[in-house]
């Protein structure tokens, strides 16, 4: 849990290439600001894996590598509030009817359970559609005071 | 660091020694490959220590499963030993411990091929 004797506030934003590397940037920027925010070791693995994931479908899945487009990314800690944003300029897709990756029917699938591990780690989700294109993803977990 | 694989040979059962990370990209398919291959080359007593793996992510476990399967499919066996906490965490987040074969010492695991 973060540590809410310690308040914070702090925001980073980057626009990053559609790359591998762009992952582990975000990932890193966005642990550098919960780290910063007082977040606990098993707290920024959960902050790290679930950006990870975004960023992951936003270059991969989102721009498709595309050298041209962008991936958007800010990471912000504002009194207990962490939040991190990530935009992709792809054709997007609909989060809310993905299948279930723990049915038995889906349970081998080699893929499909980076939106699950994002809901399981952060206390808040949403995914929206930008216009004219692309998604924007808002994850987002709470300091509890200890 | 990206993943490291040590491979050898403890009777008929091929052991990994995977170090680093299983991550999308080098990480992942490093380990494909090299479960491919080995089942190619007839190695079907497949144990994965992963006591070194520092760093998992979805893409990493779907190779997991990827390897499960094609070793299964093959006719042979895909254990795993030494899972780190964050590896087991998410195994059973994401409803697989109970899918693989989880041991904790080696000598126990290589015997309990058959």
């Known amino acids: 849990m973060g540590d809410l004797s310690r308040p914070a506030t702090e925001s980073v ?26 977040f606990d070791e098993e707290d920024l ?26 991936v958007r990314f800010s990471a912000s800690m504002s009194g207990s509030r962490f939040t991190v944003r990530v ?14 990756p723990l049915t038995p029917e889906n349970l081998l699938r080699t893929s499909g359970r980076g939106i699950f591990l994002i809901r399981s780690f952060m206390d808040d989700f949403q ?20 | 660091m990206s993943v490291n ?3 050898r040979q403890v009777g008929d059962v091929t052991v990994v020694d995977v170090a680093g990370r ?19 080359k007839n190695q079907k007593k497949i144990l994965l220590n992963l006591g070194d793996v520092s760093y998992i992510d979805s893409s990493g476990i779907g190779e997991l499963v990827s390897g499960f399967t094609t070793v ?42 058959t």
């Open chain 1, 13 to 38: 934003e980057r626009s990053l290439d559609s790359t591998l590397d762009s992952v582990d940037q975000a990932e890193d920027l966005a642990v550098g600001v919960a780290r910063r925010a007082g």
């Open chain 1, 127 to 146: 995914a929206r559609h930008l216009d004219p294109a692309g998604t924007e993803v808002t994850l987002v977990k709470f300091a509890v005071s200890k």
């Open chain 2, 5 to 7: 694989l040590g491979i």
């Open chain 2, 72 to 113: 299964t499919n093959a006719g042979g066996q895909l254990k795993l030993l030494n899972l780190t906490k964050r590896v087991k965490d998410l195994l059973q987040i994401t409803k697989l411990y109970t899918v693989f074969d989880v041991h904790e010492d080696e000598a126990h695991a290589v015997r309990s091929f």
């Open chain 1, 87 to 100: 935009a992709d300029e792809g054709e997007g897709f609909d989060h809310a009817h993905l299948p279930d």
């Open chain 2, 22 to 40: 299983i991550t999308l990209g080098e990480g992942s398919s490093a380990l494909r490959e090299a479960l491919r291959d080995m089942v190619g």
């Open chain 1, 45 to 70: 693995m959960k902050i790290g894996l679930a950006v990870r994931e975004s960023m992951v479908n936003a270059v991969v899945h989102g721009n498709r590598y595309n050298t041209n487009k962008k």
